[in-house]
């Protein structure tokens, strides 16, 4: 067992070929094919991926119906066995596959393990729930008649993931849908190849060990727009999973529609936290730092706008601007670091062009320069950016995928929530008080108007056990816990007449 400081200068290659094989990812995946894979922590390409393109997608989806077939009449309690042991491989590589994630998504070692327990708990979550696919009975008008509901499998489900969570997303939509009966195609960020890969090595092993899984139950492809495309378009694919950027999800909801599909968005978030006068500012400023800079400010749930009360203003921003000019900046592996890499140069310059924008619109901006990192030139490390702003200017409604807090003044709290709601976005939202009124309001029907409302918490690190997801144009699906295994199965109303007569509803007669 080495420290995370002794490996935090190890060839990034070197690890990533020692993972993939303690993974038992063949070789042939990620060795010798024709896409380049980048380590964010150094910019060195670290695999050659083989891809996948447009044209194997069709018959993928074959062999995916295939096993639809086959596994929809497997009893749902058994399917769950295949996801305990899927969380069993998950458990017993946590390791591997959590410094795979930082390898890879530049995330600290431990988020990289945070990802891989949270695949560990919706497996925990799906196999319970394998139990409980349950419908409603109800109650019929017509004598000797009873109505019900029945939930079946419903098909392939395609899962288009994004590299800032390149295996947890997926792993709550497969989850829930292997428990539902369905087969799976994953289409990962082209940017997170690795991770997919050894993902798809473990539940391999999950199901040899299971030994009556059909062949084709989960299939990876690798590729571009085009096999993301590909999935979008097929009408044999009911229903399509999307996690990423609200241009993409515009583009699958779109073409899902148009065929009579069923698309679950998870797109972009633009996530705010209201600090009241009563706020306990020592944990406020804890949860603040943790959820505008963690993850460099690269998950859907990152707080991105700060909304603090006059009153406190001046206490709070300040602290907060000394914590964004001490943070830890450096290398994921090392275990003093809390910023790692912006995923590529493009990050980057987003990042930047977003920073000219508000100083354009007259922001003072605290930090937000590209920080060296020995090592590292081709590797794009920045300091967070606190960015404090009089109004909600057009760069402040639109989500950057970066660390940048966009810092408002209020003086109320109606105030706070008008800003708070007056973004595209709806996918997370906070507040910090003390006062009960106050948080009550923030979380009822002229509340927040996000999918996410928390009190006292920043908007980012959900559990597992909710709905995740959001509304507007962060796409109104729903993941994970709570009932969003409906969207994986469709349903049946069974209407039953065990009496002798045949009485219509309504009223009507027909009489031959
Ligand atoms: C994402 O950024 O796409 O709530 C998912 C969170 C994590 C999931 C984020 N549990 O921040």
Redesign the pocket.
Known sequence: NRSAEGDAHRPVAQEVAELMRALGVPDASWRGGARQSRSPITGETVAHVAEASAAHVADAVTRSVDAFEAWRTVPAPRRGELVRLLGEELRAHKAELGRLVTLEAGKVLSEGLGEVQ?MIDICDFAVGLSRQLYGLTIASERPGHRMMETWHPVGPVAIIT?F??PV??WSWNAALALVCGNSLLWKPSEKTPLTALAVQALFERAAAVFGTAPKGLSQLLIGGADVGAALTDDPRVPVVSA?GSTRMGRIVGERVARRFGRSIL?LG?NNAAIVCPSADLDLALRGIAFAAMG?AG?????LRRLIVHESVYDTLVPRLAKAYASVSIGDPRAAATLIGPLIDKDGFDNMQKALEAARAAGARVHGGERVDVAGAADAYYVRPALVEIDEQVEIVRHETFAPILYVLRCSGLPEAIKLQNGVPQGL?SSIFTNDMREAETFMSAEGSDCG?ANVNIGP?????GGA?GGEKETGGGREAGSDAWKAYMRRATNTINYSRQLPLAQGVSFDI
């Open positions: 949270e994004a800032n969570f947890a997303v996690t998870e978030g993850t690269q998950r859907c749930t990152s997370s996410i980012s690190g959900a559990e597992i995740f």
